[in-house]
């Protein structure tokens, strides 16, 4: 079946470094969202992503979308404490399939 | 946008026994789904739940384990039947306001550990 990985599994930074996760998937996507889920809550929706190379921000979040639309990142800047929580990718195929990869928990020690 | 009430929160269920979780949505959606996430993993998708028709199931559940009902565009529920200590879990029910493959809206979840 369709899947999408996810890396890495885990990450502990120390506040103010940065952080990325990775999400590849075999054939070609339709789009990708991006989701956070921290300790004990439910996943809640960051972004999409549809176009070929796209790249897109939310202040220091930065979210990408390969050339290929196979594969995607979440890149965090100067991570804070408020960053501490479980990031999930969701890949869409174009059959209208969506799976969620793994997920990268991130831990910040202040 | 939608906001997402699930319930129970928690539950504690005897082996054997089933329970229905009620999600209610506070605005009509396109699509609901029901999705399966154990304590650090990632979320598995049950079922989706159509409005006036029989849920369309992943591979790997079954109907007769995990009737849903969705009578309305605001509303639907998940009863995990004859539950087993395999059934513990996080329970999450989801809504898409908008196309098939949009964004999604979570519930809070509903915890349910089987003795």
């Known amino acids: 079946g369709q899947q999408v990985m996810q890396i890495p599994q885990y990450q502990h930074v120390q506040e103010g470094e940065d952080f990325t996760t990775y999400c590849n998937s075999s054939?070609?996507?339709?789009?990708i969202q991006w989701y956070k889920q921290r300790p004990g809550g439910h996943p809640v929706f960051l972004i999409q992503?549809?176009?070929?190379?796209e790249v897109k921000k939310q202040k220091r979040l930065t979210f990408q979308f390969g050339e290929a639309k196979k594969n995607s990142s979440l890149h965090i800047t100067a991570t804070q404490t408020t960053d501490v929580g479980t990031y999930f990718c969701?890949?869409?195929?174009?059959?209208?399939?969506?799976?969620f990869g793994a997920g990268t928990r991130l831990t910040v020690k202040p | 946008s939608a906001v997402i009430s699930q319930k129970p929160s928690r539950d504690i269920c005897q082996r054997g026994t089933s329970l229905t979780i009620q999600c209610q949505v506070d605005?009509?959606?396109?699509?609901m789904f029901w999705y399966r996430q154990q304590p650090g993993q990632s979320l598995t998708l049950i079922a989706t739940?159509?409005?006036?028709?029989?849920?369309?199931?992943e591979s790997g559940f079954v109907i007769d384990k995990f009737p849903i009902s969705r009578p309305n565009l605001t509303f639907s529920t998940l009863t995990v039947s004859n539950m087993s200590p395999e059934d513990s879990s996080i329970y999450l029910c989801?809504?898409?306001?908008?196309?098939?493959?949009?964004?999604?809206?979570f519930g809070e979840g509903s915890r349910l550990t089987v003795l």
């Open positions: 989801s809504a898409s306001p908008g196309a098939y493959t949009g964004e999604l809206f």
């Open positions: 054939t070609t996507l339709s789009n």
């Open positions: 992503l549809v176009k070929s190379g």
């Open positions: 969701a890949a869409v195929y174009n059959n209208n399939d969506m799976r």
């Open positions: 605005s009509q959606v396109t699509m």
């Open positions: 739940a159509n409005q006036g028709s029989e849920a369309t199931y």
